[in-house]
C-alpha cells in the first residue's frame, strides 16, 4: 500500500483506516517546518538571485506555494528535500487566485511583490476553518510604510512609490501580520521599529533567513523588531528546522496510545511549553541534541490548559490534546484563546463515542471512556491528525476522510506512524461510508 507522499500533481481522494493500536516503540523523523518554510519561500522574492532552501516537507501547501512562485515568474525546482528558487524573472504581480484560495500563507507574498514590483494583485487567502482569520494587521503594516490599498468585490489592489521605514505596532501579536511586517521593512528604506511581535519560534526562523540575505535585526526572539535593510538581497543558503507542531502531533500519540517513542530531529526549545504539560500529565520526556524521546507507561492525569500566543501552548496542538485527554484519569478542561471554531474535532471525536462538552471556548473532556470505531472528517488541517491518533485508541476501525487536509502540513501521517508500529493507511475512498 503505497503511503502519504506525493508531488504536487497528485489529487488524492483516500481516507485513513486507523485501528486500535497500544503501544507505539521505535523513531520518527520529524519533517522540516511547514509554518517556517513557507515565509521563507516567499520572503526570497526580495532575493534578485538564487535561494537554496534546505529540509523543505513534502506537503501540499509547499507545493501550492511552488505553483505560485512559478506563476509569477520564478523558477523552481524541488528534489528530495531539497528547494532551488530563482527569483530574478520576476514579471507578475498577480496572486493567482485559485491558489491562493487554497492557502492562508499566500497572503505573505504582497510585502516582497510589493518591494520588488510595486503593485500586487490578490484575493482573500483561504486556509484551514478554523474561525475569523482577518487580515487586517496585514493590511496595516503595509499601508504604515507607504503602501495604498483599494478593494472591489473579488479582489485587492495594492501599490507602492518604495516602502519606507516606519514605527509600527501591533495591537495583536499576529504571526502572519509580523511576518509582512518584516518582510515589507527588510526592503523599506530606512529603519523600521516593530513593537507587539508575536514570538513564535517561526518568527525567528524568518529573521534568521532575512539577516543571511544582509538585513539587520535587533531584538529576535522578543516583542520589539528592529529592521534596517542596507545592502542586501543577496543569494544564500538556508536550513529549516524540524516542524514542532508535527512533533507535537506524535508526542501526542505517544501520550494517547502509550509505548516508547524517539522524534528525532524534533526541536525541544521550541516545544518547552507542550512538552512541560506533557509532564504534568504524567508523561516522561528526555531531551538529547537530535531529538527527543517520549515515553508513556501509565494511566494520564487529567489536564486544565487553554491555548494562546507563544510562549503560550499552541492552538495547533490543542486538538491532539484533547484526544490525549480522553485517555486520562478525570475530567480535563481545554479553553481555546485563538481561535474560536477549534472545536469542530470534538465533535468529531463524539462520533467516536467521547464525552466531551462544549460550552463556548471551553470543553471539558471525560477521560477513561470506550471508544468506538467510526467514520469521522477532517475540518481543519491539525485537527484531522488528531483523528488520526483518535483512531489509535478506539475499539475496531476508524475512518477519517478529508485526507488532503491533512496533507497539507504532514508529509506521511500513516508512513510516520505505522513505522511506530500503528495499525493504520491511506485505503481507496467509499463515499457511502464515509
Not at 178 to 184: D, F, G, Q, S
Not at 208 to 214: A, D
Not at 263 to 276: G, I, Q, S, T, V
Amino acid at each position: 500500500m503505497p503511503t502519504g507522499k506525493k508531488d504536487e500533481t497528485m489529487a488524492d481522494t483516500r481516507v485513513i483506516e486507523v485501528r486500535e493500536t497500544r503501544g507505539l516503540t521505535g523513531e520518527i523523523r520529524i519533517q522540516g517546518s511547514k509554518n517556517a518554510v513557507l515565509p521563507v519561500m516567499a520572503a526570497s522574492l526580495l532575493n534578485r538571485g538564487t535561494t537554496v532552501i534546505r529540509n523543505v516537507p513534502r506537503i501540499q501547501d509547499v507545493f501550492c506555494m511552488i505553483r505560485i512562485l512559478r506563476a509569477l515568474g520564478c523558477g523552481v525546482k524541488f528534489a528530495g528535500d531539497v528547494l532551488v528558487i530563482e527569483a530574478d524573472a520576476l514579471t507578475s504581480c498577480e496572486i493567482p487566485a485559485d491558489e491562493a484560495e487554497k492557502m492562508r500563507s499566500s497572503i505573505m507574498l504582497c510585502a516582497p511583490l510589493l518591494a520588488r514590483l510595486g503593485e500586487v494583485v490578490f484575493g482573500r487567502p483561504g486556509g484551514c476553518s478554523i474561525g475569523r482569520r482577518p487580515i487586517d494587521l496585514h493590511l496595516k503594516v503595509l499601508t504604515e510604510t507607504g503602501v495604498s490599498v483599494t478593494e472591489t468585490e473579488s479582489r485587492m489592489f495594492a501599490r507602492t512609490c518604495g516602502l519606507r521605514g516606519a514605527l509600527m505596532n501591533l495591537p495583536y501579536p499576529s504571526v502572519g501580520a509580523t511576518e509582512t511586517a518584516l518582510m515589507a521593512a527588510a526592503a523599506a528604506e530606512g529603519s523600521t521599529v516593530l513593537t507587539g511581535a508575536a514570538r513564535e519560534p517561526e518568527i525567528e526562523v524568518l529573521c534568521h533567513f532575512l539577516e543571511e540575505m544582509g538585513v539587520q535585526i535587533e531584538g529576535v526572539g522578543s516583542n520589539v523588531l528592529s529592521v534596517r535593510s542596507g545592502e542586501f538581497r543577496r543569494d544564500c543558503e538556508f536550513t529549516i528546522p524540524g516542524d514542532r507542531i508535527v512533533a507535537g502531533t506524535y508526542l501526542g500519540a505517544v501520550m494517547a496510545a502509550g509505548g516508547e517513542v524517539f522524534l528525532r530531529d524534533a526541536p525541544e526549545n521550541a516545544m518547552k511549553e507542550n512538552l512541560r504539560v506533557a509532564g504534568r500529565m504524567g508523561t516522561r520526556t528526555r531531551t538529547f541534541s537530535n531529538g527527543i524521546l517520549v515515553k508513556q507507561d501509565g494511566i494520564l492525569r487529567l489536564v486544565i490548559l487553554e491555548t494562546g500566543p507563544y510562549p503560550g501552548f499552541s492552538t495547533d496542538l490543542q486538538s491532539v490534546m484533547l484526544t490525549a485527554a480522553l485517555r486520562a484519569d478525570g475530567i480535563s478542561r481545554i479553553r481555546e484563546m485563538v481561535f474560536e471554531e477549534r472545536f469542530a474535532t470534538a465533535k468529531e471525536l463524539q462520533k467516536l463515542g467521547a464525552n466531551i462538552i462544549i460550552e463556548g471556548n471551553t470543553v471539558y473532556v471525560e477521560g477513561g471512556q470506550r471508544l468506538s470505531g467510526a467514520s469521522v472528517c477532517a475540518r481543519d488541517l491539525r485537527g484531522g491528525a488528531a483523528l488520526a491518533v483518535a483512531g489509535l485508541i478506539a475499539e475496531g476501525t476508524t475512518l477519517v476522510d478529508g485526507y488532503p487536509c491533512i496533507a497539507r502540513g504532514y508529509e506521511d501521517i500513516c508512513g510516520d506512524l505505522q513505522s511506530v508500529g500503528a495499525a493504520i493507511r491511506l485505503i481507496a475512498n467509499d463515499r457511502q461510508r464515509v
